[in-house]
């Protein structure tokens, strides 16, 4: 299942540069404090404007009594 010898990826990869370990760390604290502070956002959620039904209700006819049958569902 696990092989000793496979390395697991790295989370973070210095593309230029070399940094020393102070400056490595110092990173590491900034990018971990402003992952704890940030707040988490919540999934938007589905109003009754966007629902299916609203937008594919059949078309209101004209004529006598239409517009009380308009509310009632079909």
Known sequence: MDDPTTQPRPVLRVVRGNPTD??????????AARTAAAPAQPAPGRSAWA???SRNRAPLTAGSGAWRASALPR
């Open 51 to 53: 629902s299916y039904w």
């Open 22 to 31: 102070e400056e490595l760390a110092a990173l590491l604290v900034v990018l």
